[in-house]
T-cell receptor, first 113, second 112 residues
Framework: EAQVTQNPRYLITVTGKKLTVTCSQN?????MSWYRQDPGLGLRQIYY???????DKGDVPEGYKVSRKEKRNFPLILESPSPNQTSLYFC????????????FGDGTRLSIL | DAKTTQPPSMDCAEGRAANLPCNHS???????VYWYRQIHSQGPQYIIH?????ETNEMASLIITEDRKSSTLILPHATLRDTAVYYC?????????????WGAGTKLIIKP
């Protein structure tokens, strides 16, 4: 089944403790992206990747890192999480960038205390 | 990037057609109109997209006006499971970072 898989689905952690949210897709998609969703603000793009080893900042990249060493994986790294990064996070992929439908994961709810 | 305007909420009776409007008056010639929906806090789900012509798939129909300044998503026979937030998005063309600008969407409530 074609899917985008995120882990963990839920995480409660403390300020400053490094964490990684994994994202994997099995559709051989070139384009992958991370979003965060906060009440009243809609989905905002954090980082995106056009292909392996190619990543770029979205609207709200501060406090986040990403890597794209393999086509299928696009982990989101919070080196020193802070409470303002408490949010619902979604990973998405599409065949390539541009006018292609994006497939979304089920989301990761992060709470930073 | 073109922005979209949608009503914040709509109701529709189960079994009837749900017609969701979207205004995108600043859309440019190479930009597509995309529709996604989000059920509760699940990941957004792609519904349909189009450039100029009307489009139909197993989920919905998309009607785009001739001047491309507005569109309507039609769910032909709405069910309770169609209750969701529906997002109309204009997708930038080649040369941009392919970023989708997400607005607040329309909260569609299907009533029995």
């Amino acid at each position: 089944e074609a899917q985008v898989t995120q882990n963990p689905r839920y995480l409660i952690t403390v300020t400053g403790k490094k964490l990684t949210v994994t994202c994997s897709q099995n559709m051989n998609h070139e384009y992958m992206s991370w979003y965060r969703q906060d009440p009243g603000l809609g989905l905002r793009q954090i980082y995106y990747s056009m292909n392996v080893e190619v990543t770029d900042k979205g609207d709200v990249p501060e406090g986040y890192k990403v890597s794209r060493k393999e086509k299928r994986n696009f982990p989101l790294i919070l080196e020193s999480p802070s409470p303002n990064q408490t949010s619902l996070y979604f990973c998405a992929s599409s065949l390539w960038g541009g006018n292609q439908p994006q497939h979304f994961g089920d989301g990761t709810r992060l709470s930073i205390l | 990037d073109a922005k979209t305007t949608q009503p914040p909420s709509m109701d529709c009776a189960e079994g009837r057609a749900a017609n969701l409007p979207c205004n995108h008056s600043t859309i440019s010639g190479n930009e597509y109109v995309y529709w996604y929906r989000q059920i509760h806090s699940q990941g957004p789900q792609y519904i349909i997209h189009g450039l100029k012509n009307n489009e139909t798939n197993e989920m919905a129909s998309l009607i785009i006006t001739e001047d491309r300044k507005s569109s309507t998503l039609i769910l032909p026979h709405a069910t309770l499971r169609d209750t969701a937030v529906y997002y109309c998005i204009v997708s930038p063309g080649p040369g941009s970072n392919y970023q989708l600008i997400w607005g607040a969407g329309t909260k569609l409530i299907i009533k029995p």
